[in-house]
């Protein structure tokens, strides 16, 4: 039994309680329609609880159970914040999973190689291509950094297809991997804690998901896969993914890169905002030419104004 199951399992029934201690505010655990804890959206949050898994929807952030609002809301990993949980319980944890940081060189570079080893090249029809073409970004040919594992291992002690992006350094070498545990049907990504996982190890300043090859001229960088190739498709740009805020406000540009534009998210919170900007500064001071574009709706990144774009008036967020 891994340790989110232990966990999960004993705070079925008791998620209200935990993520009152945990800082979420009470007016969010109502059940009705109301601020988004998270994003800051006023009336797109709602805690519906179901089966006693702390369950919750938002119209910006998604849907999960209460693992995934406490590591939303408090920022950390399932490994930091399970402790916390466990100890609000007085929950003796057995079996526990190796934490990230007592993974060795050797086991991390070898869990990769197993991972790698369990994919193939996207393919048109497949579920990788099904699941970019229903978020509007889809491609005849893809990038070979993009990958597609028909079952892999998720974490949770089951098997899911998934898309496997490999992360590569600032010098192009391939550093780790990015899963994107996917539905059966490959429309949308899994209803799990957390269906977008990074390999464990630390990784280098600079690495990101290349998505396309640089050739000179401007390069775009965004947080999420989805939203650099949305942004790609909106302006025309190669655009790569850093994956997330902290990772963009560390990502340095290819060797012969001088004009960058960088796609923010925008946040309620200003998260995403904040590392755009971080990014844009250190680049502006080396003498690079930058610019920072933002979606003009809060909660909204550009894979939700490229979509946006494709839905009928009625339909659109």
């Known amino acids: 039994m891994t340790f989110h199951r232990k966990t999960a399992d004993v705070a079925k029934g008791k998620w209200r309680g935990i993520l009152l201690r945990l800082g979420v505010p009470s007016g969010a655990l109502t059940g009705k329609h109301g601020p988004c804890p998270m994003c800051g959206g006023t ?22 159970d209460g693992m995934a609002l406490a590591m939303q809301f408090t920022g950390k990993a399932f490994n930091e914040v399970a402790p916390e949980i466990d100890m609000i319980l007085g929950n003796e944890v057995v079996g526990a ?19 790698y080893a369990q994919t193939v090249p996207v393919q048109s029809g497949d579920l990788v291509d099904a699941y970019l073409t229903a978020r509007g970004v889809g491609d005849l040919v893809y990038h070979r950094t993009l990958r597609f594992a028909p079952a892999l291992r998720d974490g949770e002690g089951g098997l899911r297809p998934a898309l496997v992006s490999v992360v590569q350094g600032p010098d192009g070498a391939n550093v780790s991997l990015h899963r ?6 490959g429309k949308a990504k899994a209803e799990m804690a957390t269906p977008r996982k990074l390999m464990p190890g630390k990784l280098p300043d600079g690495a990101c998901v290349r998505l396309c090859d640089f050739t000179g001229g401007p390069l775009g960088i965004a ?18 993914a850093a994956l997330n805020a902290a990772m963009l406000a560390r990502w340095q540009p290819p060797e012969g890169c001088d004009e960058v534009v960088i796609f923010s998210d925008n946040d309620p919170k200003f998260g995403g905002q904040a590392a755009a900007f971080t990014l844009a500064h250190r680049l502006a001071c080396k003498g690079m030419a930058v610019n920072v574009l933002t979606p003009p709706i809060p909660g909204e990144d550009f894979a939700d104004m490229w979509m946006n774009r494709h839905r009928p008036k009625g339909e659109r967020r």
Do not use: H, M
Request: proline share 5%; glycine share 10%.
């Open 43 to 64: 009336d797109r949050f709602r805690f519906d609880n179901k089966e006693g898994r702390g369950t919750w929807i938002c119209g910006a952030c998604g849907a999960g």
């Open 97 to 115: 999973e190796k934490p990230a940081s007592e993974i060795t060189e050797a086991q991390r570079k070898t869990a990769l190689r197993e991972v």
């Open 180 to 185: 994107t545990f996917l539905r059966p049907d």
């Open 223 to 240: 947080e999420g896969i989805e939203t650099a190739k949305a942004a790609s498709s909106l302006y025309y740009l190669p655009v790569w």
